[in-house]
């Protein structure tokens, strides 16, 4: 039998690792643009879902942004003591719950308009290569997706 070969455990070699320290590093250059809208990111991120669709069931938004309801629930509380959503139960189905955007969180969106264009500044990407990198990473999500 031969030896195992260790080298596949070098961190170098993992495309895991790159991955999840970008993400963290590119979260963290979010968090003082967000700091000023009191959102995290994760709330930024589900903010700019309802901007974009509107109303939207916990599950649609859980699906959509790839969160279990462990993190979904207590963020969407946050959210609403907030007085950015609202969440009611579905009347098509209690088992749903309804999310809204308020007044002042469709309002929100005029200060966060912003944010993309600061986090551009802030990593040294061509065009090319910033799309390069989206198509390959939603080529990703969407084989997870159909998990």
């Known amino acids: ?10 961190l170098d070699h993992q495309l895991c690792f790159p991955l999840y320290a970008c993400a963290k590093e590119v979260v963290r250059r979010y968090k003082p643009f967000l700091d000023e809208l009191d959102l995290t990111y994760t709330q930024y991120i589900a903010m700019m879902l309802l901007w974009e ?3 939207m069931t916990s599950k649609e938004l859980g699906k959509a942004l790839f969160l279990d309801s462990g993190t979904l629930t207590p ?18 189905d209690e088992r749903n719950l309804a999310l809204g955007l308020t007044e002042k969180g469709f309002a929100l969106r005029e200060r ?10 802030c990593m040294e990407l061509e065009p090319e290569e ?12 969407g084989q997870f997706s159909g998990e």
Not at 75 to 92: P, Q
Not at 130 to 141: E, S
């Open 1 to 10: 039998m031969d030896a195992p070969n260790y080298d596949v455990l070098k």
């Open 53 to 55: 669709r509107g109303n």
């Open 75 to 92: 963020m969407l509380k946050k959210m609403e003591a907030k007085g950015l959503i609202t969440r009611r139960r579905d009347a098509a």
């Open 112 to 121: 966060a308009v912003q944010v993309p264009g600061l986090i551009a500044q």
């Open 130 to 141: 910033a799309v390069t990198l989206y198509t390959i990473l939603y080529k990703l999500l």
